[in-house]
């Protein structure tokens, strides 16, 4: 797994508190994970976070899903999960004291969802990576074929936005993103009909080409890394991109 930057470890008392957490209760590598490489974003999908209590509590009153006999929980045990992720569509990934499983409280449609996973046989940090692409799989009804990433939030993480005007005879994005692998070779390539991501070491981060929206760069970098930073912008620069921020 790539880790795109230097994870943010857990504090003292973060720590501390997972210790004492009753891991029987969460999915298997899940504590481990947290400990091991901070919170962050999986595969730029799903949100790991530090168990929270409180997050769903209003939703019990929301009436957002419908409930019958075939449901895994109540309304009123809503109020009860530990959300343990989300996803960036605002998916829950949730656990409840008295539910065998994880619990898959979806945004955009109406039923809870109970996801079973098999038992690990060996448990370490790496093994909730695998939970969380089968997690994809039960839900998606697809495997993601791209390289396995993570994006810790470290705290310190910078963006810029610059425009790829349409100009006749110009660059496209990809092959704008084809050159730039060309004259700066990453350690990490993922490209699909939707995105090019570029990643680098020295940037702490990565370049994106958003194939989607056919004129847009993005440049996520480290705070300490400006220097890196300043190269590849300016490179960028002068092959066409704009730069929308008033200077």
């Known amino acids: 797994m790539y880790i795109v930057s230097e994870p943010r470890l857990l504090s003292d008392g973060q ?131 791209e390289a396995v990433y993570y994006e810790p939030w470290t705290g310190t993480r910078s963006h810029i936005f610059l425009r790829l005007p349409p100009v006749q005879d110009g660059l496209s994005l990809p092959e704008l993103a084809g050159m730039c692998q060309a004259a700066f070779p990453s350690d990490l390539s993922i490209e699909t009909p939707y995105v090019c991501l570029l990643f680098y070491r020295e940037l702490g981060g990565y370049v994106r080409f958003n194939y989607a929206y056919q004129q847009e760069v993005a440049i996520f970098y480290e705070q300490d890394a400006g220097q890196a930073f300043a190269v590849m912008k300016q490179w960028l620069l002068s092959k066409g991109c704009l730069d929308p921020t008033p200077s």
Not at 105 to 128: N, W
């Open 15 to 145: 720590n501390q508190e997972l210790i004492r957490e009753d891991a029987a209760g969460y999915p298997p590598g899940y504590l481990r994970f947290l400990q091991r490489f901070g919170e962050g974003t999986y595969r730029g999908w799903m949100n790991v976070q530090l168990p929270d209590t409180e997050v769903l509590q209003p939703f019990a009153e929301y009436g957002l899903w419908g409930h019958d006999e075939d449901s895994p929980i109540t309304e009123q045990q809503i109020a009860e999960c530990i959300a343990i992720g989300t996803t960036v569509d605002g998916d829950f990934l949730a656990v409840h004291p008295q539910v065998a499983g994880l619990l898959w409280l979806p945004r955009h449609e109406e039923r809870i969802k109970a996801i079973s996973l098999q038992t690990q046989e060996q448990e370490d940090e790496r093994t909730y990576a695998v939970v969380l692409d089968e997690i994809f799989r039960q839900v998606y009804g697809c495997s993601q074929e």
